[in-house]
């Protein structure tokens, strides 16, 4: 296995309402911690839509880019690769999905992906290079969905301060032969450097996330009390 280095859940101050780390210093301390990579994966949800009032859809996707945007100019100075992908919560479920292979212009061209439900958000990006993990499954409130309207499961989410029974998501994976990753779900800066993946090559844009994580397997980063449910 190689050793690119990246966190696939990460949150910025300027966009996650419970962020609490600007982006230039999010890029900057997941680089002085070793990390290769980051996915800025932003909460996306009616609520900061709408929030914005009258402005078309393609200025508030603008402001919805802003953290990784920011994080993004950061990365480049440091040589930090910042990749773009979406925590997405639709209206009629309190489940989050991490969505990687987006980009700026589908998320501008598919407007309020909020009001779609899984089966709907799945369907409408079968022919894409978009994959879909659920996030976080066996925390409080959340209900694990068809396997066949997923590509994975981030068996692993280090948020302290939620209990995300790390161990049921796995065997969920496994049991439903999900593709598994690991995430710090960095808000602040106690969650840093408590997950991500390892990968043999290296990614610098969401596309190329896609195809890696489709045909290579990946290391998970976990910490010592996950290591059983293996």
Known sequence: MGNFKIDMHVHTA???????????????LHHEKGYDGIVITDHYYEKFFYKQGDLSWEE????????YYKAYEAGQKLGLNVILGIELRFIDSPNDYLVYGV???????????????????????ADKEILIYQAHPYRKAMERVKPEFLDGVEVF???????SRNKLAYQFAAKNN???ISGSDFHQREDLDRGGIILATEVTNSQELVTVLKEEEVDLLTTDEFDGCK
């Open 103 to 125: 980009t700026p212009e589908f998320l501008k061209e598919k407007a309020r992906l909020y009001h779609l439900g899984i089966k709907e958000f799945s369907d409408l990006v």
């Open 60 to 67: 508030k996707i603008e402001n919805y880019l802003e953290g």
């Open 157 to 163: 989410n280090a948020q302290p301060r939620h209990n």
């Open 14 to 28: 300027e966009v996650s309402r419970c962020g609490r780390v600007k982006a230039e210093e999010v890029a900057k």
């Open 178 to 180: 999900l593709k598994k």
